[in-house]
């Protein structure tokens, strides 16, 4: 089993800052592409932005220049720092990590529980 442990949520003025963690853990072989989605009520979950394990980074249109995802390989932790927070970022961010298990080596796509994060005024 991989287990995903996110923190980082909260309560933000518009146009503040905030930063969003994602722990991997357990029967971990390799973790291969890590990102984060987010989801409100009634819409489908969107993928927000991915980083590969080499470091390669892709975002959603709405989020570029806003989003930054990185990521600790030595950690098996990945990151999403959020500037210049909007009212509509307002969702449920979920951390995703595709991996690749210890024996018998099957691959494995792994979410977390979620971290609200909210903006308001």
């Known amino acids: 089993q991989v287990q995903l442990v996110e923190s980082g949520g909260g309560l933000v003025q518009p146009g503040g800052s905030l930063g969003l963690s994602c722990a991997a853990s357990?029967?971990?072989?390799?973790?291969?592409?890590m990102g984060w989605h987010r989801q409100t009520p009634g819409k489908e979950r969107e993928l927000v932005a991915s980083i590969t394990s080499g470091g390669t980074t892709t975002y959603a249109d709405s989020v570029k220049g806003r989003f930054t995802i990185s990521r600790d390989n030595a950690k098996n932790t990945v990151y999403l720092q959020i500037n210049s927070l909007k009212p509509e970022d307002t969702a449920v961010y979920y951390c995703?990590?595709?991996?690749?298990?210890?024996?018998?080596?099957?691959?494995?796509?792994?979410w977390g529980q979620g971290t609200q994060v909210t903006v308001s005024s």
């Open positions: 357990g029967s971990i072989f390799r973790l291969n592409t």
């Open positions: 995703n990590a595709a991996s690749l298990t210890t024996f018998p080596y099957r691959s494995k796509n792994s």
